[in-house]
């Protein structure tokens, strides 16, 4: 079973910065990939960073040069830096970890970008 636990999430004028945390907890052997997602209001839940078991990244296009990911695997810890936040960026983060047999979803974080 694993816990994921999000931080970081507030108001933020456009334009601005907010770093997300994200720890996992609990009894595993080994998480392989470990990513942000988003979902706000009236949409879906959309991919919005993930670094897979293997280390590679994958960004959102909409995010790409504005938000990087960083794993700090002794740790079981993922952060998200979210540079030059818009009013779109307005969601629900969510923190989602994989290991072998599950996948595991946080409670989320809501990030709020607004003037």
């Known amino acids: 079973q694993v816990q994921l636990v999000e931080s970081g999430g507030g108001l933020v004028q456009p334009g601005g910065s907010l770093t997300l945390s994200c720890a996992a907890s609990g009894r595993f052997s080994g998480l392989n990939a470990m990513g942000w997602y988003r979902q706000a209001p009236g949409k879906l839940r959309e991919l919005v960073a993930e670094?897979?078991?293997?280390?590679?990244?994958t960004y959102a296009d909409s995010v790409k040069g504005r938000f990087t990911m960083s794993r700090a695997n002794a740790k079981n810890t993922v952060q998200l830096q979210m540079n030059s936040l818009k009013p779109e960026d307005t969601a629900v983060y969510y923190c989602?970890?994989?290991?072998?047999?599950?996948?595991?979803w946080g409670q989320g974080t809501q990030v709020t970008v607004s003037s």
């Open positions: 989602r970890a994989s290991t072998i047999l599950m996948t595991y």
């Open positions: 670094i897979a078991g293997g280390g590679n990244t």
